[in-house]
């Protein structure tokens, strides 16, 4: 675990890989590459960053049902992302919550050309379509997509979604990364995206949206800000829309 000199030791990286002299890195947490000359490193070994990241997990943990009288069918989820290591934490944390989640590897250019096949196959409640973005705000204006890395492949993505479902109530979709264009990606068809306030999002905040959907009453409205702000960084991250959960619940167990 590294981080940056030039960026005032901003960001936690983990070292992926070296060419030359310049490291790749992946945000430990936060979904982010970057690459930096070895020499602009520096071994991390805050304790209070990981006791801050413990915190967190630890108010994310899963919550139990009543299951003395009542059975639940929570909502399937699919979730295509970018990144393999943030891909594998996800699945992870749909198995600790219990929540039957499918999850596919694939290039964020690549998504929109596999969605509508990966829908029909799987059949979802809720697809997450997430991975690495970036905004270039040294380049130019917020408004326009192509000073994001990603945010375009993610709305063509959605396109391709809701050519299947039009419906936000039938199919809800979770979209974007760090930085994405989040008003494009909501008028693209998502029903939740990043990042309002254009700032990076945590590798779990897209699976922490889906399973609060996953195991919400189908038959009620969400607690839209309470959803949200069960997120790392609230709705400065990610923003949605009022919708409806997922989740049947029956009767007698």
């Given at each position: 675990?590294?981080?940056r ?12 890989e070296?060419?030359d ?6 945000g430990l947490?936060?979904?982010?590459v970057?690459?930096?000359p070895?020499?602009d ?7 209070k960053?990981?006791e801050e990241e413990n915190?967190?997990l630890e ?5 139990s049902?009543?299951?003395?009288d009542?059975?639940?069918l ?6 295509i ?5 943030y ?9 600790d919550?219990n ?5 596919i590897?694939?290039s964020?250019d690549?998504i929109?050309?596999?969605i ?12 997450v379509?997430?991975?690495h973005d970036?905004?270039y ?6 408004d ?12 063509d993505a959605?396109?391709?979604?809701r ?5 936000h109530?039938k199919?809800?979709?979770?979209a974007g ?14 029903n939740?995206?990043?990042s ?5 999002i945590?590798a779990l ?6 399973s609060?959907l996953?195991?919400?009453?189908i038959?009620?409205?969400i607690d ?8 790392k960084?609230g ?9 409806k959960g ?6 007698p167990?």
């Amino acid at each position: 675990m590294v981080t940056r000199k030039s960026h005032n030791h901003d960001t936690i990286f983990v070292i992926v890989e070296i060419i030359d002299d310049v490291c790749i890195l992946n945000g430990l947490n936060i979904r982010l590459v970057a690459d930096s000359p070895i020499d602009d490193l520096e071994i991390f070994d805050d304790s209070k960053d990981v006791e801050e990241e413990n915190e967190f997990l630890e108010r994310i943990k899963p919550v139990s049902l009543d299951r003395n009288d009542y059975f639940y069918l929570p909502g399937k989820i699919l979730h295509i992302d970018g990144d393999k290591d943030y891909l594998n934490r996800c699945l992870k944390y749909y198995n600790d919550m219990n929540i039957w989640a499918m999850g596919i590897l694939e290039s964020e250019d690549k998504i929109a050309s596999r969605i509508q096949d990966l829908i029909h196959e799987y059949n979802p409640n809720i697809v997450v379509i997430t991975g690495h973005d970036a905004y270039y705000k040294k380049r130019g204006c917020m408004d326009d997509l192509q000073f994001y890395k990603n945010s375009k492949y993610f709305i063509d993505a959605i396109k391709e979604a809701r050519k299947v479902e039009s419906s936000h109530e039938k199919l809800i979709i979770i979209a974007g990364g760090c930085q994405s264009n989040y008003e494009e990606l909501i008028k693209a068809g998502a029903n939740f995206a990043s990042s309002p306030k254009r700032i990076n999002i945590h590798a779990l905040d897209p699976a922490i949206i889906a399973s609060k959907l996953s195991l919400s009453d189908i038959t009620k409205d969400i607690d839209l800000k309470g959803i949200l702000e069960t997120t790392k960084y609230g709705p400065s991250g990610i923003g949605g829309i009022k919708t409806k959960g997922t989740m049947y619940v029956g009767y007698p167990r």
